[in-house]
C-alpha cells in the first residue's frame, strides 16, 4: 500500500512524460544492476563521473546487455575518490553531458527493479540528477544485495555478526573478484553476488 502510494505521488511529480515508461509494469524477473563511481561520498554536493549496469534475467546476467557513460562535471575529484576508483580529472574530459548520461541510464533501466551494494547511495547520487532534469526521482523497486545476504547468513533473531564488506561476500560465495576496480565491473559483480543468493 505504502510502495503504491509513493509511486503515485513520484508519477505527479514526473515533468518530461517522455519517462512515464519508468511507471510500466515491470518486465518478469528482470532487474538491473548498477553502480556509481563519483567525486566523493556526500550526495548533496558530490557528482557522478561513471556509471555502469547490466541486465539481469532470471538467472542469466546478460553482459552483453549493459550500460556505461562517463560524465562530465564542474567538480574535482577528491584525491581520496581517487585513491578508490582511480578516476582522474583528466579521464573525464570528454565524458557526457549530464542530462545526456542519465537519460540514457533511465531508458536502460526502464521500470526494472534495481540492484545494488550500498544502493541506498547510487539511488541518491542518481536522484539529484533526475529531479533536476524530469522533476522526480526513481520509482523502481530496489533490492540492496548485501540486505540479501545478511538475511541468509543470519537465524531468525539477526543476532549473527555477519560480515558485510564486499570482497567478504564475494569471497564467501566463492565468486570471482574482477581486479579492474570500475561501475561497470562493480555492477557485474554485484550481480553475481545477487544471482547466487536468487538461487540458494
Not at 36 to 46: A, F, S, V
Not at 137 to 145: A, C, F, G, W, Y
Not at 192 to 199: D, E, Q, S
Amino acid at each position: 500500500m505504502f510502495e503504491r502510494l509513493k509511486r503515485a505521488y513520484l508519477r505527479r511529480g514526473l515533468k518530461d512524460e517522455r519517462f512515464a515508461f519508468l511507471w510500466d509494469t515491470p518486465p518478469e524477473d528482470e532487474y538491473v544492476a548498477f553502480d556509481c563511481e563519483t567525486t566523493g561520498l556526500n550526495p548533496k554536493k558530490d557528482e557522478i563521473i561513471t556509471i555502469g549496469a547490466v541486465l539481469i534475467k532470471g538467472d542469466k546476467i546478460l553482459a552483453s546487455k549493459k550500460f556505461e557513460a562517463t560524465l562530465k562535471t564542474k567538480l574535482e575529484i577528491t584525491k581520496e575518490s581517487i585513491r578508490i576508483h582511480h578516476i582522474r580529472n583528466c579521464d573525464i574530459e570528454d565524458g557526457m553531458e549530464p542530462k545526456e548520461a542519465i537519460e540514457s541510464f533511465l531508458r536502460f533501466i526502464g521500470p526494472r527493479k534495481l540492484v545494488g551494494y550500498y544502493l541506498e547511495f547510487d539511488v541518491a547520487m542518481i536522484n539529484k540528477y533526475a529531479k533536476e532534469f524530469i522533476g522526480t526521482t526513481l520509482p523502481n523497486p530496489q533490492t540492496e544485495v548485501s540486505a540479501l545476504y545478511f538475511d541468509k547468513k543470519n537465524d531468525v533473531f539477526g543476532s549473527k555478526n555477519v560480515d558485510l564488506r564486499f570482497e567478504s561476500i564475494m569471497k564467501e560465495l566463492d565468486l570471482p573478484i574482477f581486479g579492474q576496480h570500475s561501475a561497470y565491473y562493480d555492477a557485474l559483480m554485484t550481480s553475481l553476488i545477487f544471482v547466487k543468493l536468487k538461487k540458494s
